[in-house]
């Protein structure tokens, strides 16, 4: 996975990507 802002994981994909931070 690429590296996104926390807030823009958040808002845009599902929760479970939130590990990408």
Do not use: R
């Amino acid at each position: 996975m690429k590296k996104y802002p926390v807030i823009s994981i958040t808002q845009n994909l599902p929760a479970h990507c939130t590990q990408t931070e």
